[in-house]
């Protein structure tokens, strides 16, 4: 079988993307989803995503992670709006669906901008907390975030008993100054650390400006910059959750698998 696919990256999140209005692509063949991804024996990615044309939205984004499971996927969302401008599906302005409901995006100074879904609140965990932004977020406020042991920490949390069976991404913190913070995460379904998490960032942020009635929060990974921007409800819980950042594409090809 050969598969043309494009590769995009935002902020160093990267993804297999691919054109699949013609529902060729086998969605149960978790196997080929892992060998695409592999980065020695594949394309290599973090995960893979599949655009599909959808009655009531502009396109549908399905989104699986380099292991086959699937959830919501921020850069991978910002990723796959830059692709379907590439492919003439959508101007500057779109509304589709994935995977937590449907979104609106707008491209705008050479920056994709994601509506996220409204959080209902942040939930204490002992020292730390956790969010929901479309995918599961453990979040941990540390000091230097350079030097902290990501992968290790990160993968005890991501497997302990707090959040079996499902597990969840972990995310560490650092405050820079009041509105920028530097995140990195250990990222769920790709078992590793990521250079960006766009869900993740996203629960960083509004953990960060809990206590503030509006905020955008800039956001410094190692794969790059980004921001949030949010609005807090009276209610408690958020809304107007902004996800702004870079999405690229590296280059494309075929593959004979
Ligand atoms: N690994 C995440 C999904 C992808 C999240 C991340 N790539 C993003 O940009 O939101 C999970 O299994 O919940």
Known sequence: MEITFYKY???GNDFVMIDDRSESFDVSDLEL??????RKFGIGADGLILIRNHPDYDFEMIYFNAD???SMCGNGARCAVAFSAFLGIVTSKTHFLAIDGAHDAVIKDGLVQL?????SGIES???????????PHHIRLVKAVSDYPVFAEGKEVRYSSTYAPGGTNVNFVEAISEDEIFVRTYERGVEN???????????AALVYGK??????????TLGGKLSVKFTSKPSGGFSDIWLIGPAEQVFSGTIKI
């Open 68 to 70: 086959g499971s699937q």
């Open 125 to 135: 965990k002992e020292q730390d907390y956790f969010v929901n932004t479309g995918s």
């Open 115 to 119: 509506l996220m879904g409204d959080v």
């Open 9 to 11: 990256q935002g902020t």
């Open 193 to 203: 650390e990521t250079l960006s998490c766009g869900t993740g960032v996203t629960a």
């Open 33 to 38: 989803v892992s060998k695409l991804c592999d």
């Open 211 to 220: 206590d503030l009635p509006a905020a955008e929060i800039k956001i410094n």
